[in-house]
């Protein structure tokens, strides 16, 4: 419900393409990344067990999805050693920004 109404809201608003192809798209693409995003915090809290625990947990995991997810690092730029974790990288928030991306980036404008 969440994502659902952060693009009802913003996504006119913000201009991206307005074909509604693409408007229902970046929804399913949005969606997908929430539900990914809310699974990996709910495992990590299951996993913890306590807040504390589950504090630490959160530490570690939220920087290893940022950078080999290529939010903070490119896939181009991680060195070889670590770029299968790029494909394997805790969630799949990977390919869902691509594709977010992707649909925002190619439309005929």
């Given at each position: 419900?969440e ?68 939010f ?25 920004q ?12």
């Open positions: 419900m994502s659902s109404l952060w693009i009802i809201f913003t996504y006119y608003t913000i201009e991206f393409a307005s074909a509604s192809a693409r408007f229902f798209k970046q929804s399913l693409a949005f969606t997908g990344v929430h539900q990914t995003a809310l699974s990996l915090f709910r495992f990590v809290a299951a996993l913890g067990r306590t807040q504390v625990v589950a504090n630490t947990l959160g530490t570690f995991t939220l920087p290893m999805v940022f950078v080999l997810g290529g903070v690092v490119a896939k181009d730029d991680i060195q070889d050693l670590i770029v299968l974790g790029y494909y394997v990288s805790p969630t799949p928030m990977m390919y869902g691509n594709a977010i991306a992707i649909n925002e980036f190619l439309p005929e404008r």
